[in-house]
């Protein structure tokens, strides 16, 4: 069975500060790992990755895949209070019974101060 | 261009009740996906639909039940609800480009609380 494991679960730091979540992966046929941040309801969609090494950035965020560690890591630069959010990492698995469906971790809870 | 949309957006039921969750995808999206989002849990995958027939289905028992319509709408149906029911019902839709996406983009849920 596929699984996702995030840490860290809680983090709470300072506006400025910069963070790196973690997240590490089991699944047979892997295809793509996404994050999500998660405020209220919705989960919003943040990247998508499939190929090692290959850096994907939007603003002050940043996300890497290492196939070969079965690890994704998510940064944030210069957090800000509308950072505070949980964030979701997942994993789509390409065959079998995980066909179609995205396998979650349990999200780390970021919490940004003034 | 409007995104996932669900209702409603809170239900109060009691043990026993039934009840029907509805989930309109992103225009142009074909598969409709179910996630269970219970307290102090992850987001649990429940049920995947795409042009009109289920296609993958979670651990759940088979009082969790659902169907996606012509126009790519999608129903949740929960009978015979039980007190661990109570979570927050995330609908998510995916486009297919002819190779098939993995980028699921989520409603904001239906949070039910079951009494």
């Known amino acids: 069975e596929d699984k996702v494991v995030q840490s860290p679960l809680s983090l709470v730091v300072h506006e400025g500060d910069t963070v790196t979540l973690n997240c590490s992966y089991e699944v047979t046929n892997f295809r793509s790992l996404l994050w999500y941040k998660q405020e209220k309801k919705a989960p919003t969609f943040l990247f998508m990755l499939?190929?090692?090494?290959i850096e994907k950035k939007s603003g002050r965020l940043s996300s890497i895949l290492d196939k070969k560690e079965l690890f994704s890591i998510l940064n944030i630069t210069a957090t800000q209070t509308g950072d505070s959010a949980i964030y979701l990492c997942?994993?789509?698995?390409?065959?079998?019974?995980?066909?179609?469906?995205?396998?979650f971790g349990q999200g780390t809870i970021l919490t940004v101060h003034p | 261009e409007a995104g996932v949309t669900q209702s409603p957006t809170h239900l109060i039921k009691t043990r026993g009740q039934q009840v029907t969750l509805r989930c309109s995808p992103i225009s142009g999206h074909t598969s409709v996906y179910w996630y269970q989002q219970a307290l102090g849990l992850g987001l649990q995958f429940l049920l995947w639909?795409?042009?009109?027939?289920?296609?993958n289905r979670g651990n759940f028992p088979p009082r969790f039940s659902g169907r996606q319509f012509p126009n790519y709408s999608s129903e949740l149906n929960v009978n015979a609800l039980e007190l661990e029911d109570s979570a927050l019902y995330l609908c998510a839709s995916s486009l297919w480009t002819g190779m098939r996406t993995d980028t699921q983009y989520f409603g904001p849920g239906t949070r039910l609380t079951v009494l």
């Open positions: 997942a994993v789509a698995d390409a065959g079998g019974t995980s066909y179609g469906k995205l396998t």
């Open positions: 499939t190929s090692s090494g």
């Open positions: 639909y795409d042009e009109g027939e289920e296609r």
